[in-house]
Nanobody
Framework: QVPLVESGGGLVQAGDSLRLSCAAS??????MAWFRQAPGKEREFVAA????????????DIADSVKGRFTVIRGNAKNTLNLQMNSLKPEDTAVYYC??????????????????WGQGTQVTVSS
């Protein structure tokens, strides 16, 4: 199992910003994504990427619920993924998970597409 380590979660107030980071150890992935799960709810897609052939380039897709507030950034080494979260809302409160797959050929927004998962990092937004 390849470890994916998330960091950057915390407790913030509505309107604040946070930056989550995910780092894979020992290998690279073409597909990396963020999902989140709030208490009592299903895990939901937040943002997904697929690395392109040219180093440092990638395609990305963002969930409508966070579009315009969240930005997803891939590292050049294909083993890091960041999530810049601005204008946070209480409804963004959840455990955020990093996920990775070798190569799905396209941006994958389904959790079932990813065999590798991090342990999650808690984001709590107070009103």
């Amino acid at each position: 199992q390849v470890p994916l380590v998330e960091s950057g979660g915390g407790l913030v107030q509505a309107g604040d910003s946070l930056r989550l980071s995910c780092a894979a150890s020992g290998r690279t992935f073409n597909n990396m994504a963020w999902f989140r799960q709030a208490p009592g709810k299903e895990r939901e897609f937040v943002a997904a990427t697929i690395a392109l052939i040219r180093a440092g380039t990638y395609l990305a897709d963002i969930a409508d619920s966070v579009k315009g507030r969240f930005t997803v950034i891939r590292g050049n080494a294909k083993n890091t993924l960041n999530l810049q979260m601005n204008s946070l809302k209480p409804e963004d409160t959840a455990v955020y998970y990093c996920a990775a797959a070798s190569d799905r050929g396209t941006v994958a927004k389904s959790a079932e597409s990813y065999p590798y998962w991090g342990q999650g990092t808690q984001v709590t937004v107070s009103s």
